[in-house]
């Protein structure tokens, strides 16, 4: 029967056998890494009083400071410290620290003038927080990011034990208006239950520097992030690649460790942080970039010859089915994601918006390569 399909017309018999080799590879990604993320337990949990230094940089971000700096500095944790690394800010950042550092004993203000920072990237300002920092632990955000609760600390450290060296935790967008907002929160998330799956799984390769755990030791065998100080692309996975390790990396993703942001409301800009993650992609190790290329590929190969199969009219239902197969997967493992992480309304819009990002990533690529480094604002 085979052959006699194959001898009538070899070249779509070949197409087909192709297509359905592509839907084995899909339904393996999905069902056995993604599914680290969509039908997770919750962390065993263990109380951790060890102190934690919660370092953040930040450049003109007086109106964000003033917005989450609060949420950060009361969270409800016996043992820690923030240390705001204040990067020349030309805004009134200075005065609100000074202010806030005196309602709260455990804020640090390290200052970082225009004659001592003379690199382009994030890296050096990041490098004197953890240098600055009291504790061993050291508990990375932005200026623009808030906790989801005042436990947020608390749960992060919960899965930290003496075997873990990093506890990757979850980045959220918050909800917005518009189709925009929708492109930009499915994409985000669907990184992230890519790099969180993966590591559930026991192969970590990336993380959210906006919600990071590790211990300063990394910082230092990794030379004081001296090589990434002109880095304005790419610096942060470059640090979380080589990071994280099999053995010492944990995740959380209960609810109450998020850290949410408002994503950019403008498409270009939106594509430039695209850009510079694809560049970040170049320094992955080549095992985890031929684990992602893999099922990039797939997915390519996939829509491309259903449609092929469709306008031949070639095996119909074998391939409608086939189709459905994997669609139906994609769903239930999206759905079960989305739950877990405390989203909404993404579903249904993830059927067109894997293809979406699937046409516009040959760009983002090409732009990643090109990317130039430039001052990290």
């Not at 989450?68 to 990067?87: A, K, S």
């Not at 929708?182 to 969180?196: G, K, P, Q, S």
């Not at 080589?242 to 010492?248: D, L, N, S, T, Y």
Request: aromatic share 14%; glycine share 6%.
């Amino acid at each position: 029967m085979i052959t006699e399909l194959f001898l009538h017309d070899p070249v779509l018999f070949s197409l087909m056998a192709l297509f359905a080799l592509t839907v084995l590879v899909q339904l393996i990604y999905y069902w056995v890494f993604y599914s680290a993320v969509a039908f997770s337990g919750q962390s065993r949990v263990h109380e951790n009083a060890e102190g934690v230094s919660v370092v953040i940089c930040a450049k003109d971000e007086y109106h964000n400071l003033q917005r989450n700096l609060p949420h950060i500095l009361e969270q409800q944790y016996p043992n820690f410290e923030v240390v705001v690394v204040n990067d020349k800010s030309n805004d009134e950042s200075e005065l609100l620290l000074e202010s806030l550092a005196r309602q709260y004993d455990h804020l640090q203000i390290v200052h970082v003038n225009s004659n001592l920072n003379f690199f382009k990237g994030k890296k050096f300002p990041q490098s004197v927080g953890i240098r600055s920092a009291r504790y061993e632990n050291i508990l990375f955000t932005d200026a623009n990011c808030r906790p989801a609760s005042a436990y947020w600390i608390r749960r992060m450290m919960s899965v930290f034990t003496k075997e873990t060296n990093v506890v990757l935790g979850y980045h959220a967008l918050e909800k917005g208006q518009g189709l925009l907002n929708t492109l930009i929160r499915y994409d985000h998330l669907t990184n992230a239950v890519r790099y969180l799956s993966f590591a559930g799984r026991g192969i970590p390769f990336n993380g959210s520097i906006k919600n990071i755990l590790f211990r300063k030791e990394l910082f230092y065998k990794q030379n004081s992030f001296i090589g990434l100080y002109n880095m304005r692309a790419g610096d942060d996975e470059k640090f979380i690649n080589k990071a994280v390790g099999r053995k010492g990396t944990k995740v959380q993703l209960h609810p109450e460790s998020h850290i949410i942001t408002f994503p950019k409301q403008r498409y270009r800009t939106w594509v430039n942080i695209k850009k510079r993650q694809k560049a970040g992609t170049h320094f992955f190790r080549f095992p985890h970039k031929l684990l992602l290329g893999l099922f990039v590929g797939s997915q390519y190969l996939f829509f491309g010859l259903f449609a092929a199969l469709m306008i031949t009219q070639y095996m119909v239902l074998i391939a409608g089915g086939l189709f459905l197969l994997r669609e139906i997967s994609h769903l239930i493992v999206f759905k079960n994601s989305m739950k877990r992480l405390k989203e909404q309304k993404l579903l249904l819009f993830s059927l067109i918006g894997e293809i979406y990002i699937l046409l516009i990533s040959p760009y983002l690529w090409l732009g990643g390569r090109t990317t130039k480094t430039g001052k990290w604002r």
